[in-house]
C-alpha cells in the first residue's frame, strides 16, 4: 500500500484515542456514522463540481478531502484502506460487466 495511506491510516486510529475537543478526528467519531456520512456527501459534491468546473488543481484538492473522509469511515467501521485495495486487487483484470455480474450472484 501506498505510505502516505499507511501513515494516514494509523494517525486516524490514533484519533480514536484522542479528545473531541482537540482532534477534528477525533469530533467525526464521536458524533458517529451519521455526521461522517454527511461529510462523506459533501466532499463527493464538492468534487464533482470542481471536475464540472474543469480546475484541475481544485479537483486535486477536493479529491483529497474525499479520500480523507472516506479513510475516516472506514476507520469508523474498523476497516482499513487494505481492505479496500485487497478488494480492487480482486478485480483486477476482469472487465467491469464481469464483476458486475459476478455481484448479482
Known amino acids: 500500500m501506498n505510505n502516505t495511506l499507511s501513515q494516514l491510516a494509523d494517525v486516524l486510529e490514533q484519533r480514536k484515542q484522542q479528545s473531541a475537543d482537540t482532534s477534528y ?3 467525526l467519531y464521536t458524533k458517529g456514522l ?5 461529510k462523506m456527501g459533501e466532499e463527493a459534491a464538492e468534487t464533482i463540481i470542481a471536475a464540472k468546473n474543469g480546475d484541475k488543481e481544485q479537483l486535486v484538492y477536493e479529491m483529497a478531502d474525499l479520500w480523507f473522509h472516506a479513510m475516516v469511515l472506514l476507520a469508523h467501521q474498523d476497516l482499513h484502506p487494505d481492505d479496500v ?5 480482486r478485480r483486477f483484470g476482469l472487465s467491469g460487466l464481469e464483476e458486475k ?4 450472484k
Open 101 to 104: 455480474a459476478q455481484r448479482s
Open 85 to 89: 485495495l485487497k478488494e480492487l486487487e
Open 25 to 27: 478526528v477525533a469530533s
Open 34 to 38: 451519521d455526521t461522517i456520512l454527511k
